[in-house]
């Protein structure tokens, strides 16, 4: 069955359409265990709003909607459907199902339990992984895809405002524990068979464990699209570009990782795209692992980014749809920093008290959200320009054929001066972001006059004015403030 959510191509890129409408996904995750209770979950989401989030990625458990085998119990997430739409939330929805971080701690209690009909990966010296699945495992696929199914089924029938517009075929997929593949007899016959030594001399292992694992999670997204037809996506815990990052050892093996990238790019079907999760977030790493995941055929989403002091999350956001017409943004967690688990969370789920990163993420999250579809049509054409003021940075000045808008930064100790402009038509731009001054210039570098200049959101296409811009006269021209975060549509004197 069709919904009323798919992914089109504009302007070279990819990206999610929710009845007729681009939608760009600024989101958190929630922690790993913060999904089983549905007050937690309502709390997060009313903070995620506050934030400037346009969805939420919420974690669905296989043991939590089939704890007896056959026995299906779809309360929790009636219950995300519910607080979700309440609040004009989208939801991501993450399973959790055979794989979890390579593991599946998360699958029902009647699967663990089960070695013989739910076959786990062995090791070459014959010794099992208990909590790692075998993705050649018939047994194991078959429950999981009635597990999805069964979700599928409640989707289509109770989900009447498409508010579930995405899926992720389980977590981090790929096996982990010693061993870069399994030599079960399945896998052994197969790993023969398919010729992989001949096929991928340098990483055979890796290049079997891949097309297994890629099958697998083909075969749910084939049966949950037939059933009710949403974008189906696989991220990845990363490899590292270094010789100590080993598949299987110190990332899960078969996973798309950039090693093997060109095999989910060439066999990918009902698997509708690949994403990263960025935890190495400095400049440099950040900008070639989404150069990496935004390839023809594979928008860029970064399924899970650091959050914390050091993270640069409040930043890459606009590298992400400014650089690379990303269709979302996810950090992990909303009530969880990580890597530094011990940092203070952006929202703590208990007393609701904001992390001053949570001011940040708001700062950048809430004027994409307020232009939303200006920015996600622009992404990807010379119309569309950004920035984001790094260590030593000034100012900048964006060039626009025979106009050029000149950013003034804020002082680095008030925080980072970040944004987007569009220019909408000859003498209309719309200029977004944070901490910054603006202006415009000819080209000879003269002050171009404002006839006017408004805060205000976009509803749909249309801008909404709210108040007048704060201006400053210089020398027969004007300057905008965007101090406070916002949006601004700026129209140039005749």
């Known amino acids: 069955m069709s919904s009323n959510i798919e992914l089109r191509n504009i302007n070279g890129k990819q990206l999610i359409y929710v009845e007729g409408d681009p939608f760009l996904i600024l989101s958190f995750q929630l922690d790993c265990d913060s999904c089983y209770d549905a007050g937690t979950i309502d709390r997060m989401m009313k903070n995620a709003v506050k934030m400037g989030c346009t969805g939420i990625s919420l974690l669905l458990y296989w043991r939590l909607i089939e704890p007896e085998e056959g026995k299906y119990d779809m309360t929790i997430l009636k219950s995300m459907l519910d607080s979700a739409a309440a609040y004009g939330l989208k939801i991501v929805l993450v399973w959790f199902g055979s794989y979890k971080n390579a593991c599946m701690h998360y699958a029902p209690d009647w699967v663990i339990r089960d070695r013989t009909r739910f076959a786990r990966v062995i090791k070459e010296d014959g010794s099992i992984a208990p909590f790692v699945a ?26 009447t405002q498409n508010t579930v517009i995405l899926f992720q075929v389980n977590n981090e997929t790929g096996i982990i524990g010693n061993t870069d593949r399994c030599h079960c007899k399945v896998c052994e016959n197969l790993f023969i068979e398919g010729g992989y030594r001949e096929k991928y001399p340098d990483n055979a292992a890796e290049a079997f464990m891949a097309e297994s694992i890629l099958s697998y999670q083909e075969a749910i997204a084939k049966k949950a699209k037939e ?105 992990w967690a909303i009530d969880c920093a990580y890597p530094d688990m011990m940092e203070s969370p952006l929202c703590d789920c208990f007393h609701e008290r904001w992390s001053d990163e949570a001011y940040d993420m708001l700062e950048s999250f809430v004027p994409i959200r307020d232009c939303m579809i200006p920015v996600a049509e622009n992404m990807g054409t010379v119309r569309l320009q950004y920035w984001v003021q790094e260590e030593g940075e000034t100012s900048v000045t964006l060039l626009f054929e025979d106009v050029a808008v000149k950013v003034d930064y804020c002082k680095p100790e008030f925080g980072a001066s970040r944004g987007i402009v569009i220019r909408m038509d000859d003498k209309e731009f719309i200029v977004l972001g944070c901490k910054s001054t603006f202006c415009f210039l000819d080209r000879n570098g003269e002050k171009l006059r404002l006839k006017d200049s408004w805060r205000g959101t976009y509803k749909k296409r249309k801008f909404i004015r709210e108040r007048r811009n704060t201006i400053s006269w210089n020398d027969d021209a004007f300057t905008v403030m965007l101090k406070e975060c916002g949006v601004t549509l700026n129209i140039l004197d005749e």
């Open 227 to 331: 059933i009710y037809d949403i974008p189906c996506y696989m991220n990845c815990w990363l490899a590292q570009h270094s010789p100590d990052s080993i598949p299987g050892y110190t990332y899960p093996c078969g996973g798309p990782v950039y090693r093997v990238l060109d095999i989910y790019r060439d066999k990918k079907k009902y698997v509708d795209f690949v994403s990263p999760d960025i935890y190495t977030p400095g400049y440099r790493d950040f900008m070639r692992i989404a150069e990496e995941y935004c390839f023809e055929g594979n928008p860029l989403y970064v399924a899970e980014h650091a959050l914390g002091k050091s993270s640069r999350a409040y930043k890459n956001v606009y590298y992400a749809f400014g650089e690379f017409g990303a269709l979302g943004f996810d950090p």
């Open 134 to 159: 075998c993705p050649n495992g018939k047994e194991l696929l078959e429950k999981d895809i009635a597990a999805v199914s069964q979700v599928f089924l409640f989707l289509k029938s109770e989900d």
